[in-house]
């Protein structure tokens, strides 16, 4: 279970603001209305004294070995590289270690990990906040759930009164400190992500956003928004005692939502969210220089989270039934559809569409996925009880419908964000599909790992259609040590590079294919350690660079080196997310000319969503999946192989 440990000084990352240490840590906070921390963490805060919560014993992220670093960030570079830039990268490696320049930022960072909870954390937050890109399809995910049977409003009031209340039983383990310690490889993990999932948001800044984590208020939200055919509405979700209302009672108040949001042509406010950072910077503070927008927008933002009723979107094939909600909750589908009945900043969204889509999207910078997958299998078990709690039928007061007064120029934003989240729209080209032919159970059968196989089936695939090999992000989890957030694992080896250009060499045998596989997805599980373990190479550059711009000193050459733009280009962007739910999470590609690459592996079949942008000629999700899909069965015909 959880420890409680008293601190006296917030020292994590975030600085001085960090909503989870200061939710739960013994300290008072800034006056009501918010103090900013060195990394735009805003807190609208009273002074609450409560307590840290983390698993007993929670190591701090260490930083590695300088020297070993760069070996393992020149091994990583050979498969991209040729040997004369590997040769020139070498020489700059070099001089960087030995001209005291390394050593110099190496003792900063190990300085920085001193005197802070986690070294990363912020920097990892201002990556976030600091990109101007739209949120929408760039940074925030979205996850399909399995495909619902109702067809009609009845049934998608019905379904979204059942999630709002396992959403609200869910909020009750963080509110009580009940909730689960969560492990990985047999060992406890920081929970502290879940403390910013809900009640927070991001807000736009003209240069940074901050993020804002409403829980740590003296008056913590009691509200959700709800937002049908553009128009939004605060629900109350508690009683007057404090209780959490009833489904019957949440399904009621839904119906009345419903009934006064029938018009269909309101102004889609929350398209504004949707747009470039800046811009929507400025919009943001021309909307609520307005009294009303203002007191309309903080509601939104203040809420513990949305949940979005969709309109039916046009009927497509069973084939592309997956692709079409993972494009609804990567984007809405455009201005015509769903786009503007979404608050992009908003921490958490949950969409629930007329015709039984259903899902959500959230905002990247507080949260990883691994929290919010584990919040989605609570929530669908809960709603799976036969017996949900009642209330007496008391009459509730009507929601309250924000108000918006749109001038001449907030509409003018409004049709500019329209035309910007179109062209969003026609670029991203989405694939989510089932493997059906096997899942983990079959991989783990032939004794290998199902994420290293997976990787490799990847690998594969890219070569296959490339003829060589690109730079490979994986998601690991840091939340082995204190307030970790995420590592990189580099998929792509000399092992893996093997293997590929091996698999279809008429010269080479099954048994040397196999060998060359197996070795290429043993690389892969001692990377994936080294990262879980917060010795991969990833974040410690990222820390390095940081301390150089810290410093004021000039950019050290490696860091302006063509292979470390190289390395940094990660074509394929890829992101195992589990669950015990039967879904997919999905989120854009990194770079303009890669893929998006989700998996959800399951016992018997593989989810995987792809995405990658239209304007790119050299990509294509569509034939990524099918080579995906090729290359995975390829590779089990070929383990297969060994038994016959
Ligand atoms: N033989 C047989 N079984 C094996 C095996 C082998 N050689 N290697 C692994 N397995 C088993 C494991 O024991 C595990 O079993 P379980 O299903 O009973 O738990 C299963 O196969 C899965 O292991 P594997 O596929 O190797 O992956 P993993 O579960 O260790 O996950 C990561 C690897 C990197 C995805 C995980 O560590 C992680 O960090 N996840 C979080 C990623 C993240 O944060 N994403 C979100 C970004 S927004």
């Known amino acids: 279970m959880l420890s409680l440990l008293a601190r006296t000084v917030p020292t994590c990352g975030w600085g001085r603001a960090c909503p989870a240490l200061l939710v739960k840590s013994g300290v008072g906070v800034g006056p009501v209305g918010g103090a900013v921390g060195p990394v735009g963490c805003l807190l609208e805060g009273t002074g609450r004294r409560s307590m840290v919560v983390v698993p007993e ?206 018009q269909t042509n309101k102004e889609p406010i929350g398209l504004l969210t949707s747009q470039h950072r800046n811009t929507w910077g400025k919009a943001y503070s021309n909307l609520i220089k307005d009294k009303t927008n203002k007191e309309s927008v903080r509601a939104i933002e203040r809420s513990i989270f949305t949940v979005c009723l969709d309109a039916p979107l046009p009927r497509v094939s069973d084939e592309l039934y997956h692709s079409r909600v993972a494009a609804q909750m990567l984007h809405g589908g455009g201005s015509r559809w769903n786009s503007g009945n979404r608050w992009f900043d908003k921490t958490l969204q949950f969409i629930i569409g007329e015709d039984g889509s259903c899902g959500l999207t959230y905002e990247h910078a507080p949260t990883e996925g691994p929290p919010i997958m584990y919040l989605v299998d609570y929530v669908v078990e809960y709603m799976k009880r036969t017996t949900l709690p009642r209330a007496p039928m008391i009459p509730l007061s009507m929601p309250v419908k924000l108000r918006f007064n749109i001038t001449p120029e907030i509409k003018k934003d409004i049709e500019k964000a329209k035309q910007n989240m179109n062209i969003m729209v026609q670029e991203l080209d989405v694939r989510a599909f089932i493997f059906s032919e096997f899942g983990k159970d079959v991989i783990k059968s032939h004794k290998v790992s199902p994420d290293g196989f997976v990787q490799m089936a990847m690998q594969l695939a890219y070569y296959r259609m490339y003829k060589e090999c690109c730079s490979t992000y994986e998601s690991a989890s840091l939340r082995m040590f204190r307030l ?118 399951m016992a018997s079949h593989i989810n995987f969503a792809i995405t990658a942008f239209n304007s790119c000629e050299e990509t294509n999700a569509t034939r990524y999946s099918r080579d995906l899909q090729r290359a995975l069965a390829d590779m089990k015909t070929l383990l297969d192989t060994q038994n016959i």
């Open 484 to 601: 970790g957030r995420t590592e990189t694992i580099r998929s792509t080896s000399l092992d893996s590079f093997a293997f590929v250009k091996a698999m279809d060499d008429p010269n080479k045998q099954n048994s040397e294919k196999i060998e060359l596989l197996e070795k290429a997805i043993k690389a892969h599980r001692v990377y994936a350690d080294l990262a879980v373990n917060g010795q991969a190479i990833d974040r410690h550059l990222l820390g390095l660079k940081m301390q150089a711009i810290e410093d004021l000193t000039s950019m050290p050459d490696i860091f302006m080196d063509t292979a470390y733009a190289v390395a940094e280009h990660f074509n394929l962007y890829t992101s195992q997310v589990g669950s015990e739910t039967d879904c997919v999470m999905c989120l854009g590609p990194l770079v303009p000319d890669g893929y998006g690459v989700c998996y959800n592996p």
């Open 57 to 262: 014993g929670l190591p701090k992220l260490p930083v590695p070995p300088l020297k070993t670093t760069f070996e393992r960030y020149l091994a990583a570079l050979e498969p991209l590289l040729s040997p004369e830039e590997m040769e020139h990268t070498r020489d700059l490696v070099a001089e960087f270690l030995t001209s005291g320049v390394g050593d110099r930022l190496q003792k900063s960072l190990e300085r920085r990990a001193r005197k802070t909870e986690n070294w990363l954390c912020d920097y990892w937050l201002q990556y976030y906040l600091d990109s101007r890109m739209p949120v929408a399809m760039y940074t925030s995910p979205g996850v399909v759930l399995p495909r619902m049977h109702f067809q009609d409003r009845q049934g998608q009031m019905r379904f979204a009164a059942k999630l709002i209340a396992g959403v609200l039983s869910f909020k009750k383990m963080l509110d009580n400190d009940t909730l689960p310690v969560q492990h990985l490889r047999g060992k406890p993990l920081c929970m502290d992500q879940y403390y910013h999932v809900l009640s927070s948001c991001r807000l736009p800044g003209p240069k940074k956003d901050t993020v804002v984590n409403y829980a740590i208020s003296s008056t913590p939200p009691r509200h959700i928004t709800v937002v049908h055919n553009f128009q939004f509405f605060v629900l109350d979700v508690y009683t007057s005692d404090g209780s959490p209302l009833a489904v019957d009672q949440i399904y009621m108040q839904l119906e009345k939502i419903w009934n006064s949001s029938l």
